[in-house]
Antibody, heavy 130, light 107 residues
Framework: QVQLQESGPGLVKPSQTLSLSCSVS??????????WNWIRQPAGKGLEWIGR???????NYNPSLKGRVTISLDTSKNQFSLNLRSVTAADTAVYYC??????????????????????WGQGTLVPVSS | DIQMTQSPSSLSASVGDRVTITCRAS??????LNWYQQKPGKAPQFLIY???TLQFGVPSRFRGSGSGTEFTLTISSLQPEDFATYYC?????????FGQGTKLEIK
């Protein structure tokens, strides 16, 4: 059974860097079958995708975060991490890590892959406050 | 960005009711559409991919449909455990985006 668990500081000051780790059990983060994602949710609001890293270390990020984000793998610890620089109060949220799987299907008669977030961590609240 | 818009934002219904939630995309996303369920204080749970394919273990009372820009999630006979917030998410581009959520409450 795959399990993900977020960890990191309980509070970050404005202008500093928010750093979180996600420990994975039941799977290898270096597997080429999956991507590893970060998603956040401000209190009482919806979900915002932050970015992802593949098992080979390639990344995709939300353009709205304007180059403040880095996601990376630590294969020795079977973890992946999130760094979000120059934070403000607007970055206060519950941060989730999630595994992304894919499956082969058909789109208009042509084969294609469908991607989805099938396993999530429980989430960790990170307030940004002085 | 592809914008995802859900309607309604909230919905009151009773156990046994049939409900439908709509998700609209700002451009054609074919069937690259996922649905998630979130209960208070919990992480989202994955329900449906490719607009209509249920994840293993999801009850058959859940049904997804649609393609292009308009999608629906229908729950055919609401059970007490179905009262939650539902999100759609597009995977057409890797800048994934979610709908704002539809909160399903007990009437």
């Amino acid at each position: 059974q795959v399990q993900l668990q977020e960890s990191g500081p309980g509070l970050v000051k404005p202008s500093q860097t928010l750093s979180l780790s996600c420990s994975v059990s039941g799977d290898s983060v270096s597997s080429d079958l999956y991507h590893w994602n970060w998603i956040r949710q401000p209190a009482g609001k919806g979900l915002e995708w932050i970015g992802r890293v593949s098992g080979s270390g390639s990344t995709n990020y939300n353009p709205s975060l304007k180059g403040r984000v880095t996601i990376s793998l630590d294969t020795s610890k079977n973890q992946f991490s999130l760094n979000l620089r120059s934070v403000t109060a607007a970055d206060t949220a519950v941060y989730y890590c999630a595994r992304e799987s894919h499956i082969l299907g058909y789109c208009g008669g042509v084969s294609c892959y469908f991607y989805y977030l099938d396993y999530w961590g429980q989430g960790t609240l990170v307030p940004v406050s002085s | 960005d592809i914008q995802m818009t859900q309607s309604p934002s909230s919905l009151s219904a009773s156990v046994g009711d049939r409900v439908t939630i709509t998700c609209r995309a700002s451009q054609n996303i074919d069937i690259y559409l996922n649905w998630y369920q979130q209960k208070p204080g919990k992480a989202p749970q994955f329900l449906i991919y490719a607009a209509s394919t249920l994840q293993f273990g999801v009850p058959s009372r859940f049904r997804g449909s649609g393609s292009g820009t308009e999608f629906t999630l229908t729950i055919s006979s609401l059970q007490p455990e179905d009262f939650a917030t539902y999100y759609c998410q597009q995977s057409f581009t890797t800048a994934y985006t979610f709908g704002q959520g539809t909160k399903l409450e007990i009437k």
